[in-house]
């Protein structure tokens, strides 16, 4: 069954550096998503991607935020300046076109720790 | 925004009873509600949804309700077994597929033998 794979699994960093967290959707989906989950939180929308571009954002996905698809299979986020709240869960979604698109099948997700 | 409202927060059953979650939404736009499975340490995994155009959806032992008047919708668990032991998370979305999933703070199930 196709699944929805992220790496790395664990990432541990310093304040201010750079983070990318990468995902591969599953290969016929259409819609990619970030969502992160704070440890024994709700799990929580960053931003949405269709057709190469950004459709939506939650008032988290800020300006050191960032998302790219730079090739046919990857899905990245990109964390510019890292700050201690930024420690969490983040996990990639993807979903499918027409019926199937709200359908959202997540990632194992990537455990971030900012020292 | 939307605001998903789920309870109870912690649930404990006796292996083979049922086991119920409740949640609320706040926008009568959502059209799109799925519930998830979370397991230590893993990501959420799908377990059933449901469109606003049907008001009840079964799959073995799961099923989901949903009263779009009253704006809630719940997850139904029969012949509980060790294996249902996990958080379940409640989720609502509107419109559509680029449209982000709004969460519920999560229900803990304790299966006890």
């Known amino acids: 069954e196709p699944e929805v794979t992220q790496t790395p699994s664990h990432q541990v960093t310093q304040m201010g550096q750079e983070v990318i967290l990468r995902c591969v959707p599953i290969?016929?989906?259409?819609?990619f998503y970030w969502y992160r989950q704070i440890l024994g939180q709700k799990v929580e929308f960053l931003v949405s991607f269709y057709n190469n571009e950004i459709s939506e954002k939650s008032e988290i996905f800020d300006d050191q935020f960032s998302v790219e698809r730079p090739d046919g299979s990857n899905f990245t986020l990109k964390i510019r300046s890292t700050k201690l709240e930024d420690s969490a869960m983040y996990f990639c979604a993807s979903s499918g076109g027409g019926t199937g698109r709200k359908t959202q099948y997540f990632g194992p997700g990537t455990r971030l720790l900012v020292l | 925004g939307e605001n998903v409202e789920q309870h109870p927060s912690t649930l404990s059953v006796q292996e083979g009873d049922s086991a119920v979650i409740k949640c609320t939404y706040s926008?009568?736009?959502?059209?799109?509600f799925p519930w998830y499975k979370q397991e230590l340490g893993k990501g959420p995994q799908l377990i059933i949804d449901i469109r606003s155009n049907v008001g009840e959806k079964k799959d073995q032992r799961i099923a989901v309700t949903l009263n779009k008047t009253a704006k809630h919708f719940s997850l139904h668990i029969t012949e509980t077994q060790p294996e249902d032991s996990a958080v379940y998370f409640c989720a609502a979305s509107t419109g559509g597929g680029a449209d982000g999933l709004t969460f519920g703070k999560g229900t803990h199930l304790i299966i006890q033998p």
């Open positions: 926008d009568s736009a959502s059209n799109y």
């Open positions: 290969s016929n989906h259409l819609y």
